[in-house]
């Protein structure tokens, strides 16, 4: 599959540029159309409405222009699978403890990435607990991290314990790649090899069988 051409901040100014310009340009010219022959009267009106619609798409591909230049460009490496899982720091929720995703190198890590305001996360979470009540005592630890703060996750889990590791983001950190795939879809699923290898990697909600298929092939290496 072609990958479409990115609409970047410079091509969106550029074609804001041109429409705005363009409905400039119909707007001068409308009013000079003679309004006492009702063809070209009626052409001026259509003049009037036409520049208008080009000039304000124009300003709001300019708008849109400014607010993609904000947001910064996330150059990723084309694939994680097979890789190094990249280190990453989070603390506990219910000590606030630094922890790091070596500190669990020689088991297989099912890391999920979620939120407390996550449907498809929500709905997720009894597997996950039944996942990890299952295999905890072979070599599987689920970790499930959230980028909200330590106190909302402490509440919602007065309401619905966590049976996996519960962790969060630090204030101020930012989702290292690739694990910042999460901010497109959530929950993100990582499975992480007894020697750090990220194996597995998949977007959305999933079941206890799928958590299965996806993690037993490396509990035998």
Sequence with gaps: MQESLPLSPSLLYGLAALLTLGGAV??????????HRRLEGAAAWTGVVLGSFVTLSGLALGVLA????QQPELVQPPGAVGRPAPALTFRLVETDEPRTLADYRGQVILLNLWATWCGP??????????????????????IMISDE???????FMKERPLEPVSGY???????????????????????????????ETWPGAADFAQFEA????????
């Design 66 to 69: 400014y607010l993609r230049q």
């Design 214 to 221: 996806a993690v037993l092939p490396y509990l035998e290496q």
């Design 26 to 35: 119909l707007l001068w010219l409308a009013p000079r159309l003679n309004p």
């Design 149 to 155: 703060p330590r106190q909302t996750v402490l509440e």
């Design 169 to 199: 983001l630090p204030p101020g950190t930012r989702w290292p790649w690739p694990y910042n795939r999460v901010e497109q879809a959530r929950p993100t699923t990582f499975v992480i090899d007894r020697q750090g290898i990220i194996r």
């Design 121 to 142: 996360c929500l709905a997720e979470i009894p597997e996950l607990n039944r996942f990890q009540q299952a295999y905890r005592d072979q070599g599987v630890v689920v």
